[in-house]
Nanobody, 116 residues
């Protein structure tokens, strides 16, 4: 079965950096685009970044362009989100996502808190 396990969240000061990781299993990882979403209390999940199956194409939410970078390692079944110049409004639970077989699969999420 599809499993997505996020890690790397935590507390960071404004202007700081974090790298999130997502370990994927249970499907042919290199055949699927992968995405990162985030969610704050009381709001729905919003896409942050997406990467194509071969890693050659990426898309970002306007709010994170130039600050966040999504990447993947198809040999290790890992997808990353490098976050720099973090702001308080980046505080959220971050989720790894794959859309496969008309179904969205999600990890358990990792909390990122940006605060001084």
């Amino acid at each position: 079965q599809v499993q997505l396990v996020e890690s790397g969240g935590g507390l960071v000061q404004p202007g700081g950096s974090l790298r999130l990781s997502c370990a994927a299993s249970g499907f042919s990882f290199s055949s699927y685009a992968m995405s990162w979403y985030r969610q704050v209390p009381g709001k729905g999940r919003a896409m942050v970044a997406r990467i194509s199956s071969n890693g050659f194409s990426t898309n970002y939410a306007d709010s994170v362009k130039g600050r966040f970078t999504i990447s993947r390692d198809n040999a290790k079944n890992l997808v990353y989100l490098q976050m720099t110049r973090l702001k308080a409004e980046d505080t959220a639970v971050y989720y790894c996502n794959v859309y496969r077989g008309s179904t969205d699969y999600w990890g358990q999420g990792t909390q990122v808190t940006v605060s001084s």
